[in-house]
C-alpha cells in the first residue's frame, strides 16, 4: 500500500467510526466530545482486560488472587472513571471526621 493513501484511511475510518460522538452539540466543542468519545473506549477496554485477567485467575483457580485482583480493580476504577465524586466523597468523610 502507498504510504499517501494511509493517512487519508485513517482519516476515512475516523469518519466513518465516531462522526456522532465527534460533532455532537454543533461542533462547538470537538476536543472534549473527542475526549468522552476516547474515554468510553478506554473504560470498555479496562474492563474488557480485567474480565480477561479473572478468567486466568478463574481458570487456574486462584479464588483468593482473584478476589483481591477483583477488588483492586474496583477501586482503581472508580478512582479513575469518576475523581470528581471520589472528591467530594473524601471531603465529607474528611468534614465528617474532623468536625469541620
Known sequence: MPKPVIPFLLVAVAALVGPEAALAQGGEDIGGNLGELLGGWATELYVGVIAIVSIVFLLSKRYVELAIFVVAALVVGVFVTSPD????????????????
Not at 465524586?85 to 469541620?100: F, N, P, Y
Open 85 to 100: 465524586s471520589v472528591s467530594k466523597a473524601a471531603q465529607g468523610i474528611g468534614e465528617t471526621v474532623l468536625g469541620q
